[in-house]
């Protein structure tokens, strides 16, 4: 996977995910890990390190599961590049099906 994994990171910098995130997103394809092992692994602040994978996790990068713990704790992992790839061109394909709409909308606007 991880050959996979460098080619679709190379990927994800097309979608302006940002330098930051794709370390998140690095660290998790690797293994599952919580906001203390990202943390120690990627020397970014917790408070930095939970903006990026909520919005990881918003987008679809990042799945999030509860430990069973004394306290809540939640571990994340990266989605896989498969699922992301689906999910990317589902996204593509309603993108362009709205340009469609709109420049159809467009055309018939102008007939006079």
Known sequence: MKAQSGTFVGTLQFFQLGESKLVVYR???????????????????????????????????VK?????????????SATPPSHLAHLLITKLVAFDTSL????????AGTRI
């Open 64 to 76: 999030r599961r509860v430990l069973s713990d004394a306290r809540l704790k939640y571990e994340y």
């Open 27 to 61: 660290l998790l394809s690797h293994k599952p890990m919580t906001i203390e092992g990202l943390k120690k692994a990627s020397e970014l602040s917790e408070r930095l390190l939970r903006m990026h994978v909520a919005e990881l996790i918003k987008k679809g990068f």
């Open 100 to 107: 469609r709409a709109k420049k159809k909308d467009i055309i």
